[in-house]
Nanobody, 123 residues
Framework: QVQLVESGGGLVQTGGSLRLSCAAS????????MGWFRQAPGKEREFVAS????????YYADSVKGRFTISRDNAKNTVYLQMNSLKPEDTAVYYC????????????????WGQGTQVTVSS
């Protein structure tokens, strides 16, 4: 089992930046992929970004391309999400997730989830 703990959320003004961190434990830091999802009140959980270990690749939702960057630190077993140029529509609970299952970056393909960290972007 993989345990994930997110941190780094908070309140920021439009145009500001935050860096989210996700510390993983319970496995070697060589999973197929880890990703970030977000869920706003009354909305479905949506994909934000993911990064792989078996094949070094990154993936981004169209809504965050050019603004968010996912990265990893293998030595610290941590994945990051650098969020720049934040917009009110980025407001959501952000979840870190782990997957060893093939398929697209949808929630059902990720087996382990963190507790979530709130990101609020004020207008």
């Amino acid at each position: 089992q993989v345990q994930l703990v997110e941190s780094g959320g908070g309140l920021v003004q439009t145009g500001g930046s935050l860096r989210l961190s996700c510390a993983a434990s319970g496995r070697t830091f060589s999973s197929y992929r880890m990703g970030w999802f977000r869920q706003a009140p009354g909305k479905e959980r949506e994909f934000v970004a993911s990064i792989t270990w078996t094949i070094y690749s990154t993936y981004y939702a169209d809504s965050v391309k050019g603004r968010f960057t996912i990265s990893r630190d293998n030595a610290k077993n941590t994945v990051y999400l650098q969020m720049n140029s934040l917009k009110p529509e980025d407001t959501a609970v952000y979840y870190c997730a782990y997957s060893r299952r093939g398929g697209s970056n949808v929630p059902s393909n990720f087996a382990s989830w963190g507790q979530g960290t709130q990101v609020t972007v004020s207008s």
